[in-house]
C-alpha cells in the first residue's frame, strides 16, 4: 500500500488507515515515537489513531452509512400495501397519480404526497399516464365585479356528436367547475341558449332572477337601462359564435341580469375550461360519440353529468368534485387532506423510532 505525502484528511478509506496504523507502530518499534508524536508528524488527532486501533481489532475499519438503515420518515409496509389498493380500483378513473394520492385520503385509506404514490406505483410496476401539460393561455380582462367564488361567472359552448346528428350546449361554472345544465337538439341557435341558462339558473337556485317582468319589458321594448343597480349579477363567457352574439341571447340574458364576455375570435384558450370539459367528457365517455338516438343521447349526458358532479375528481380545483367546490365543502375537504398528511407523517415518525429503540 502507498501513501501520498501531506496531511490525513478528515475522511479515509479503510486501506488508508491499516497503513497508518502500520506506519505509527513503526516508528514506535523504531524510533520509539510516541503516539502523540507520531500523530502530530500526519497530522492527526491522536484520539483518532486509538479509534482506529480499537476498531481494528475489530474488523470494522471500514466507515458505516451515515444514520439508520431505516429513515423515520421512511413509509410503513402497511402504507404501501394500501396505496395499491385505491390505484387497482380506481386507477382507470383517476389515471392520475395525483388524483390517486387524493383519492386514498378520501377514502380514509392512506394519507401521502402525490410523489410517494407514483415511487410505490413504479416500483409495483403500476404506471399511470399523465395528461400533457397545457400550454399558458393569455386572459382578456374580466369586469372587476365578478369575484372569483361560484356562482357568479358561468361558461358554455357548443358540442356536436356525429352518431347522433345532434349538438349539446353545456353551462359550466367557472370557479367550482360545476355543470349545471344541459340542452340537446339538432340545431345551435339562441333558442338553445336560452333554454340551457334557464335550467342553470334553476339548477343554481337562481330562478328569481328571470322573473323581474318590468325589466323584461323594457328590454324587449328596446331599452336597456344604465347604471341599473339590478344589472349585471353573473357574468357568461362565451366565443362570438352567431348563436351567442345574436340579440335574443343579448336581450335574455339582459334580462336574467347577465353580463356577456366574449373571448378573442380563434382563440379557444379564453374558453379553456369548457374546451378542457368537452374533452375530459369526450375522452372518458367515448361511448356517447356511438349513440345514435337524440332521447338516449340526452339521458346519457345527465348521468354523466351526475357523476362528473358529485363523483370525479377535478384537479384544477385541488381534486375535489365540483359539487363539494360548488356546495363549499371543497375547503374542508382539502384542510383534512393536509392534515391528515401532517398526522400521518407524525405516525410514521413515532413507530420508525420506537421499532430503532426495540432493535
Known amino acids: 500500500m502507498g501513501l501520498t505525502a501531506g496531511l490525513v484528511p478528515s475522511r479515509v478509506d479503510a486501506p488508508v488507515k491499516a497503513g497508518l496504523l502500520e506506519l505509527v507502530a513503526h516508528a514506535h518499534e523504531q524510533a520509539g515515537w510516541s503516539l ?17 486501533t480499537l476498531r481494528a481489532t475489530e474488523d470494522r475499519l471500514t466507515d458505516a452509512n451515515p444514520g439508520p438503515d431505516v ?15 385505491p390505484a387497482e380500483k380506481w386507477g382507470e378513473l383517476d389515471r392520475s397519480h395525483r388524483k390517486l394520492a387524493h383519492r ?5 385509506l392512506v394519507h401521502v404526497s402525490e410523489s410517494t404514490v407514483w415511487r410505490v406505483l413504479v416500483a409495483a ?5 399523465a395528461a400533457p401539460a397545457r400550454e399558458p393561455r393569455v386572459k382578456t380582462p374580466w369586469p372587476q365585479w365578478a369575484e372569483l367564488v361560484p356562482g357568479v361567472i358561468y361558461i358554455y359552448d357548443f358540442t356536436h356528436f356525429r352518431a347522433s346528428k345532434r349538438c349539446a350546449v353545456a353551462v359550466l361554472d367557472v370557479v ?5 345544465s ?7 341557435s339562441s333558442t338553445q341558449v336560452e333554454v ?6 334553476v339548477a343554481d337556485g337562481k330562478a328569481h332572477l328571470l322573473e323581474d317582468e318590468q325589466l323584461l319589458g323594457e328590454l324587449h321594448a328596446g331599452i336597456v337601462p344604465d347604471n341599473d343597480e339590478r344589472i349585471p349579477v353573473l357574468l357568461a363567457l362565451s366565443d362570438n359564435g352567431p348563436q351567442m352574439t345574436s340579440r335574443a341571447t343579448a336581450v335574455f340574458m339582459a334580462g336574467a341580469r347577465i353580463a356577456q364576455h366574449f373571448g378573442r375570435p380563434s382563440t379557444p384558450n379564453d374558453q379553456a375550461w369548457v374546451e378542457s370539459f368537452f374533452g375530459h367528457l369526450k375522452g372518458e365517455f367515448p361511448h356517447l360519440e356511438k349513440i345514435k338516438d337524440a332521447g338516449e343521447l340526452a339521458r346519457e349526458l345527465d348521468r354523466c353529468r351526475t357523476h362528473y358532479n358529485a363523483v370525479r375528481l377535478h384537479e384544477g380545483i385541488g381534486y375535489v368534485t365540483p359539487d363539494d367546490e360548488h356546495r363549499g365543502r ?14 400521518a407523517r407524525q405516525q410514521r415518525l413515532a413507530t420508525n423510532r420506537q421499532l430503532r429503540k426495540d432493535h
Open 196 to 201: 340551457a341558462f334557464t335550467d342553470a339558473l
Open 182 to 188: 344541459t340542452v340537446v337538439s339538432a340545431e345551435e
Open 330 to 343: 371543497g375547503k374542508t375537504i382539502r384542510a383534512a387532506r393536509r392534515a391528515g398528511l401532517a398526522a
Open 125 to 129: 410496476g403500476v404506471i399511470l399516464p
Open 36 to 52: 502523540r508524536r507520531s500523530a502530530g508528524v500526519l497530522g492527526i488527532e491522536h484520539t483518532r489513531l486509538l479509534r482506529w
Open 104 to 108: 386514498g385520503s378520501r377514502l380514509e
Open 176 to 180: 367550482s367547475r360545476y355543470w349545471l
Open 71 to 85: 429513515p423515520v420518515h421512511a413509509l410503513l409496509d402497511w402504507e404501501r400495501e394500501a396505496i395499491l389498493e
